[in-house]
């Protein structure tokens, strides 16, 4: 019988500690009872032995309500004399955001990056991820999120981020929807920027997709015609930010539900 390949499950390094607190036990038991659904993209553990920072993808985020978010962070935090833990974590519509909270909570950030998976298609994509990726001042607020994949090796995912941005020259349009579009083979993607003025305006583009999507100013206000043309090509796919919560999907087992990797910019 051929060997079934299954990725390496998350790297905790508690052994011999224990939960600071009944609550600090209490809320990590359900982040990760199936851990073995959680597949370890980058992580970092620190030289003291007081912290460990993970990015995860989660498999078994199709088994959710739709649209559920399928990246999760943690930052672990150990009294080496206490031999006690606590921690924290987070789930992520896309990469970028992912790394922002990791670097946030004090990982390095080239221990953050991936180095497998979809490249990004163009270079506008990479200025886009670098933005979402650094948040300068804490500009985005994300207020929404849906993640639209299909978990087929021939047919390509949508990832849709609404967030708020405040940064002045964004004034007359602050809601900003991120658009990031897998090709079908999953070999690479884009990530688009529409600006909204309401929150309401940008799901209703997103669920009715009757004309382009608004274009945001070039992160370098140098967009050319090329990028621009590309920017309006991304209204193809239907769907709106909610479904309702009963919609559940189906239970499937993790061999048909095939592990959606992501990366960072090159």
């Known amino acids: 019988m051929a060997n079934t390949y299954e990725p390496p499950r998350p790297d905790y390094r508690l052994d011999g500690f224990e939960a600071a607190t009944e609550q600090t036990e ?6 990760t009872l199936s851990d073995d659904m959680l597949v370890p993209l980058a992580e970092h553990h620190s030289a003291d032995g ?14 959710a309500i739709p649209g559920t978010a399928e990246y999760v962070t943690l930052h672990i935090t ?26 946030r909570q004090g990982c390095p950030a080239e221990s953050a990056e991936l180095n497998h998976g979809p490249r990004p298609a163009d270079a506008l994509t990479t200025r886009l991820e670098d933005l979402l990726r650094a ?31 405040s940064h002045p020259d964004s004034a ?20 688009r920027e529409g600006a909204f003025p309401t929150a309401e305006a940008a799901k209703t583009w997103a669920r009715e997709r009757s004309t382009p999507l608004p274009l945001a100013p070039d992160p370098l206000s140098s967009v050319g015609g090329r990028a621009v043309a590309a920017r309006a090509r991304s209204t193809v796919k239907a769907g709106g ?11 499937r087992s993790a061999a048909a539900a ?7 910019a090159p």
């Not at 095939?258 to 960072?264: A, D, E, L």
Request: hydrophobic share 30%; charged share 25%; proline share 10%.
């Open 78 to 103: 150990r009294d080496i004399e206490q031999r006690t833990f606590g921690f924290t974590h987070e789930r992520h519509p896309v990469i970028p955001l992912a790394q922002n909270w990791l670097i």
């Open 26 to 31: 209490d809320d990590f038991s359900p982040v």
């Open 50 to 63: 007081r912290g460990t920072y993970l990015l995860l993808y989660d498999r078994a985020a199709t088994w």
């Open 258 to 264: 095939p592990t959606r990797v992501r990366r960072s």
């Open 135 to 165: 948040n300068p001042d804490g500009r985005y607020e994300v207020v929404d999120h849906y993640t639209d994949n299909p978990y087929s090796p021939y047919i390509g995912c949508e990832v849709r981020t609404l967030v708020h941005d």
């Open 172 to 191: 007359k349009a602050p809601y900003r929807l991120f658009l990031e579009e897998t090709t079908n083979d999953h070999q690479s993607y884009t990530v």
């Open 241 to 251: 930010f909610a479904m309702p919560a009963a919609a559940v999907t189906p239970p």
